[in-house]
């Protein structure tokens, strides 16, 4: 361990010699003797003692007392009384310096030794417990996490820089500027008002700032001791730069789920309209090219005829399957729009109204359904299957299944209906003695909106079709909001 350096101050010169001759006995190095008060501070900033031995009696125009109080207000160097002087005046005047010890002559070296070991050891302490703390404020004040310690009727007694300056609060105020909470447990208001423990888990919290704008924290609580009585401390963390970019990597990550879904979507699209070009107007391309050289080989005009009949029907055949890919190719290109349910089926049905070929009843509520904007041509396909599979069908209705999560759309007529092992097998496609393309058509739009369409008649009796749309999709006639 180092020599601890002692300065002595003594106005005595014998009794000056005698202490300093003792000190260094005990193994200590004396670095100046001196008389004068003026003249001590300044040596103790020259000569950086660890410890002053001072005698509150000094020559010159200021006292002991005086002059530790200066020396412990600029450099903070232990001071060590010696006097032989006990009254409560001289004693309340050392207390009030700060010093760490008060010896009144005469004294023994190994009085003396232990003192100045003790003032030592407390300084030392001391000063790392001042450090510790001076470190610990400086960390809590640069911190630009908010920290407010609270008694537990909800009165500040401490907040951070931070705190302050971005909450607008101040010590002695009551601790009110947490919003709802959206979390499962109290709301920190509610906490520092009961005194309640604190939460075990985190809470994220809004708060109000000081310029007026909201803001989202992370908050954590302990609880602790203020001044001998109970007080919880808040750690309140700014997340709301967090929660924004939370919330845009979630949008982005739907918006390449969508991306992806759509690319999905049309490749399979791309690869059915291949499949149909190559392989369907393929077969047409041939049936045609065949009848012509039959025909130019024959001389019947009846088979002519005939072979003509068939290049008419290969020929309605491919007009078909073209609008069928017009249409598919903008399923589901359109953004989904509110539409008037009735409108739709009443335009849909117009032309078998006019001609009278089929009966059409409707008992709709007035409803209109968010949905692709082809959704007329889904009820045009199925009335197209009435005509052409319906046999006998002579009517057609519209009603309504109204449930708590769904509303569902039937479309019944009194035909033949659909055999039970292919009521699948009609919404696929190519399926059927006509296009083969009405059914595959509809399901497509209205899955794309999420509805569902399935054949649920009799066979013999009647064709059911029940169309499935998520409550969600549903609203009243003229009802902007949406239900």
Request: aromatic share 6%; with cysteine; glycine share 8%.
């Amino acid at each position: 361990m180092a020599t601890r350096r002692i300065l002595v101050v003594e106005d005595e010169a014998i009794i000056a010699m005698d202490i300093a001759a003792s000190l260094r006995a005990m193994g200590y190095e004396v670095v100046a003797v001196e008389a004068h008060g003026e003249a001590v501070v300044a040596k103790v900033g020259a000569l950086c003692p660890d410890l002053v031995l001072m005698d509150i009696f000094l020559a010159g125009e200021i006292s002991g007392i005086e002059a530790a109080t200066k020396i412990r207000d600029e450099y903070g160097t232990p001071v060590v009384f010696l006097t032989s002087h006990e009254d409560d005046q001289t004693i309340e005047g050392v207390l009030e310096t700060g010093s760490y010890a008060y010896l009144t002559k005469p004294y023994t070296e190994h009085t003396l030794s232990a003192t100045i070991e003790l003032a030592l050891n407390h300084h030392r302490v001391e000063t790392e417990l001042r450090e510790r703390e001076l470190f610990t404020r400086s960390v809590v004040e640069s911190l630009p996490d908010f920290i407010i310690v609270t008694t537990p009727d909800g009165r500040i007694v401490y907040s951070n820089p931070a705190a302050a300056r971005s909450l607008g609060i101040r010590e002695g105020e009551v601790f009110q500027m947490i919003g709802s909470h959206s979390g499962t447990q109290p709301g920190i208001k509610g906490d520092i008002k009961s005194g309640t423990e604190p939460p075990v888990a985190e809470m994220e919290e809004e708060v109000t700032l000081s310029d007026g704008t909201k803001g989202t924290v992370l908050v954590k609580s302990v609880p602790l001791t203020y001044r001998g009585g109970p007080a919880k401390l808040y750690l309140l963390t700014p997340i709301t730069e967090r929660k924004r970019l939370e919330s845009d990597l979630q949008r982005y990550t739907r918006e390449l789920e969508d991306v992806s879904l759509a690319m999905t979507t049309s490749n399979a699209k791309l690869n059915l309209l291949s499949s149909i070009t190559r392989h369907d107007v393929h077969n047409q391309i041939v049936v045609i090219s065949g009848a012509i050289t039959l025909a130019m080989e024959s001389g019947e005009v009846q088979e002519m005829k005939e072979l003509m009949r068939r290049v008419e029907g290969a020929l309605d055949r491919i007009q078909m399957m073209l609008r069928f890919t017009r249409e598919y190719q903008q399923v589901g290109v359109k953004a989904p729009v509110w539409q008037d349910l009735k409108a739709v089926i009443s335009h849909a049905t117009q032309r078998y109204v006019q001609d009278k070929t089929i009966e059409i009843f409707c008992d709709l509520p007035s409803i209109e359904v968010l949905a692709d904007p082809y959704l007329e041509r889904v009820f045009s396909h199925i009335m197209e299957n009435v005509v052409h599979h319906g046999v006998n069908a002579t009517k057609v209705s519209f009603s309504s299944r109204t449930e708590a999560e769904s509303v569902t759309i039937i479309c019944e007529d009194n035909g033949a209906g659909v055999p039970d092992g292919k009521k699948e097998a009609i919404f696929q496609i190519g399926y059927g003695d006509h296009s083969g393309f009405g059914l595959f058509l509809s399901r497509e739009i209205l899955s794309g909106a999420g509805m569902t369409i399935q054949e649920t008649g009799e066979a013999g009796k009647c064709a059911r079709f029940e169309i499935v749309i998520p409550a969600a999709l549903v609203r009243p006639v003229g009802d902007q909001v949406g239900s």
